[in-house]
C-alpha cells in the first residue's frame, strides 16, 4: 500500500526535540529528491536499528516514525544510544513497491562472500563454506548511501532490521538471527500474543524456520554485515504484510525493547 512520504518527513523531524536527526544522503528517484535519515539518541553501548529496505514492508519505518518518543525514552532509561534508519528506500515506500522506482533491489548487498578462488557470492546456501567474505562497494544508490553511513562507526552491541513478509498469508512472524537463540526466545513468546509464530514452517523455497520460529541464514544484508563485524545480537523480523497493523507495530516494539535491552546486557 502507498505511504505518505512527506508526512513521514514530518514526523521524523518533528523527533529532533528528542534526538539528532539529520540527513544522511539525498537519492532521486522518478524526478523527485528524497532525503534519507538517520536519528541519533547518545548513550553507552549502541543499537542500530534499519527499516524499509522493502517498500511494500511499511509496518517498520510505521512503528519508528509513531512510537519514536517511547523508544527513545525506553533507550535513555537504560543507557542505550540510538542510531536508527528509518526508511531506507522511500521512493518504493512511497509507491508501495517492493523495489525503488528504478525497479532497483535495495536489500542483501553489504557483503560478498569469496566461495572459491575468484568466485564471489552474495549469499551462501546452508552450510556452505567460504575463504573470505569482503564489504561490497556497489548496488542500489539507497543501498550505498546507507551502507556508507553505517560502516562510518564502530560496530555496536547490537543491530535489528524491521522487515515484513508480503508473501506468506495470514498473519504471522518470524525472525532471521544469528548467534545465541536463547536471548531470542522470550521475544518470540511475547509476540505470539499478537501474531501466530510460524514455527517449523516453510516461508520460502529456501528456508525453514526452527521449532522458536528462527532462521539463520548469510544472505549479504545489513544484519549478515553486522554478524560477521563481531556484532553480538543481530536480527531481521518479519511479520507478515496480512498482520494488522496494531499487531505489528506491538511486534516491532517488542523486539526494539528486547533489544535495547540486550544491549544494555553487552559489556
Not at 521524523?12 to 539525498?26: G, T
Not at 532497483?104 to 563454506?129: C, H, M, Q
Not at 546507507?146 to 552491541?157: Q, T
Not at 560477521?228 to 507478515?240: D, M
Request: hydrophobic fraction near 35%; charged fraction near 25%.
Amino acid at each position: 500500500m502507498p505511504q505518505n512520504y512527506p508526512e513521514f518527513i514530518r514526523r521524523i523531524r518533528d523527533y529532533s526535540r528528542l534526538a539528532e536527526v539529520n540527513e544522511y544522503a539525498r537519492v532521486t528517484e522518478g524526478g523527485v529528491e528524497y532525503p534519507l535519515f538517520r536519528l541519533i539518541v547518545p548513550g553507552e553501548r549502541w543499537l542500530v536499528i534499519t527499516s524499509g529496505f522493502h517498500g511494500e514492508e511499511p509496518a517498520g519505518p510505521l512503528t519508528l516514525s509513531h512510537h519514536f518518543e517511547e523508544i527513545a525514552a525506553y533507550a535513555r532509561a537504560r543507557g542505550v544510544g540510538l542510531r536508527v534508519y528509518p526508511c531506507i528506500n522511500p521512493s518504493g515506500f512511497e509507491d508501495g513497491t517492493r523495489y525503488n522506482r528504478s525497479g532497483e533491489k535495495i536489500n542483501n548487498d553489504f557483503l560478498r562472500y569469496e566461495t572459491a578462488p575468484g568466485v564471489w557470492k552474495g549469499e551462501l546456501a546452508r552450510g556452505e563454506s567460504f575463504l573470505r567474505w569482503t564489504l561490497f562497494d556497489g548496488g542500489p544508490k539507497e543501498t550505498r548511501a546507507v551502507r556508507s553511513d553505517i560502516v562510518r562507526y564502530p560496530a555496536p552491541a547490537a543491530a535489528l532490521d524491521i522487515h515484513q513478509d508480503d508473501y506468506l498469508p495470514g498473519s504471522g512472524t518470524y525472525a532471521y538471527v544469528f548467534g545465541d537463540k536463547a536471548a531470542h526466545r522470550p521475544l518470540v513468546e511475547a509476540s505470539s500474543r499478537y501474531a501466530r509464530v510460524l514455527r517449523d514452517e516453510k516461508v520460502d523455497e529456501a528456508h525453514v524456520t526452527d521449532a522458536d520460529g528462527l532462521i539463520e541464514h548469510h544472505d549479504g544484508s545489513v544484519t549478515d554485515y553486522f554478524t560477521r563485524g563481531g556484532v553480538p545480537y543481530t536480527a531481521t523480523l518479519e511479520t507478515t504484510t496480512r498482520t494488522p497493523l496494531d499487531a505489528c507495530h506491538a511486534i516491532n516494539l517488542i523486539w526494539v525493547r528486547g533489544y535495547i535491552d540486550l544491549a544494555a546486557r553487552h559489556g
